[in-house]
């Protein structure tokens, strides 16, 4: 069965760094997002993201924040001058169109990066 | 905004009980119910799902309902068993935004043997 992957499994960096997270979604996927998850808390929307642009997007996601489809197989999540409280695991997903338009509402997530930040 | 609120945050049964997980969302505009399981360190996985056109779905020893109305939605597990410990997500979505989901608190179920 098809799964989302997601490297690196974990990413320590120091406050200041850019990291870049990258994604595989699902081939036939049309419609990409991308989670975080702080330790112990609910899973937060960042953005969404369609026909290589941003469909929506959260207040968390501001300028420190930006995604690109860099080739036909990448969905990519960069974090500019990371700060402390940027740590957390950061899941991407995926999900296939519905005929007529929209996605199709089942996302599939990847196994996520956890994203330390010193 | 969409906010979805989840009770109870943990919840300890012994196997073959049965367990109930309760969400509650704000925007009648919320057309699809999904529950994520996600055990500890791996991906949420899709476990039920529910569009508001129904009030019920069943899968083998799993369950949500839906309260349009009263815009609540719930989760039920029969016959519990260990395997089915893990943190357990609601989520709202408005369809066709787009898909983005709002997920709930996160409850902690444990199944002891």
């Known amino acids: 069965e098809p799964e989302v992957t997601q490297t690196p499994s974990h990413q320590v960096t120091q406050m200041g760094q850019e990291v870049i997270l990258r994604c595989v979604p699902i081939?036939?996927?049309?419609?990409f997002y991308w989670y975080r998850q702080i330790l112990g808390q609910k899973v937060e929307f960042l953005v969404s993201?369609?026909?290589?642009?941003?469909?929506?997007k959260s207040e968390i996601f501001d300028d420190q924040f930006s995604v690109e489809r860099p080739d036909g197989s990448n969905f990519t999540l960069k974090i500019r001058s990371t700060k402390l409280e940027d740590s957390a695991m950061y899941f991407c997903?995926?999900?296939?169109?519905?005929?007529?338009?929209?996605?199709?509402?089942?996302?599939?997530f990847g196994p996520g990066t956890r994203l330390t930040v010193l | 905004g969409e906010n979805v609120e989840q009770h109870p945050s943990t919840l300890s049964v012994q196997e073959g009980d049965s367990a109930v997980i309760k969400c509650t969302y704000s925007d009648s505009a919320s057309n699809y119910f999904p529950w994520y399981k996600q055990e500890l360190g791996k991906r949420p996985q899709l476990i039920i799902d529910?569009?508001?056109?129904?009030g019920e779905k069943k899968d083998q020893r799993i369950a949500v309902t839906l309260n349009k109305t009263a815009k609540h939605f719930s989760l039920h597990i029969t016959e519990t068993q260990p395997e089915d410990s893990a943190v357990y997500f609601c989520a709202a979505s408005k369809g066709r935004s787009y898909g983005k989901l709002t997920f709930g608190q996160g409850t902690i179920l444990t199944v002891h043997p």
């Open positions: 997903a995926s999900s296939e169109p519905l005929r007529g338009g929209g996605p199709y509402n089942e996302q599939f």
């Open positions: 993201f369609y026909n290589n642009e941003i469909s929506e």
């Open positions: 081939s036939n996927h049309l419609y």
């Open positions: 529910i569009r508001s056109n129904v």
